[in-house]
């Protein structure tokens, strides 16, 4: 029973395993506490997921957690860390992963019209 407690103790003590780039930045860039150590943690995720950010589908932590969407997930994670940086890092992941996938839509104004 004691091992079975011990191991179990371990299994939850070590780091879950990063999806993509969005989910490594989460899991190392929360506990951060300047600047250095935010660039570190993302040196250390783009060599994981070289193509960082942008091949992480938006919107697609929606189904895995209870965040509503990206600010929320950024509250919650971004709370401890001291730096910028980090803070900035956390920000992009949770609005990659958590926001509703924009449509694309036209926003373009019309043309202006000059006199002949």
Same mark, same amino acid.
Request: glycine share 6%; with cysteine; charged share 15%.
């Given at each position: 029973?004691?091992?079975?407690?011990?191991?179990? =103790?371990?299994?939850?003590?070590?780091?879950?395993?990063?999806?993509?780039?969005?989910?490594?930045?989460?899991? /190392?860039?929360?506990?951060?506490?300047?600047? @250095?150590?935010?660039? =570190?943690?993302?040196?250390?995720?783009?060599?994981?997921?070289?193509?960082?950010? @942008?091949?992480? /589908?938006?919107?697609?932590?929606?189904?895995?957690?209870?965040?509503?969407?990206?600010?929320?997930?950024?509250? @919650? @994670? =971004?709370?401890?860390?001291?730096?910028?940086?980090?803070?900035?890092?956390? /920000?992009?992941?949770?609005?990659?992963?958590?926001?509703?996938?924009?449509?694309?839509?036209?926003?373009?104004?019309?043309?202006?019209?000059?006199?002949?």
């Amino acid at each position: 029973m004691h091992s079975t407690l011990v191991a179990l =103790a371990l299994l939850l003590a070590s780091p879950a395993m990063a999806a993509n780039y969005a989910t490594c930045i989460l899991d /190392k860039a929360g506990q951060v506490q300047n600047d @250095k150590a935010a660039m =570190a943690a993302a040196q250390a995720c783009l060599a994981s997921f070289p193509s960082g950010i @942008k091949a992480v /589908k938006p919107g697609s932590g929606r189904e895995l957690t209870g965040y509503d969407s990206g600010a929320e997930c950024t509250a @919650k @994670k =971004a709370a401890d860390t001291r730096s910028e940086m980090a803070a900035y890092q956390i /920000k992009r992941a949770c609005m990659r992963l958590y926001d509703e996938p924009q449509t694309h839509t036209s926003t373009m104004l019309p043309a202006p019209s000059f006199p002949p």
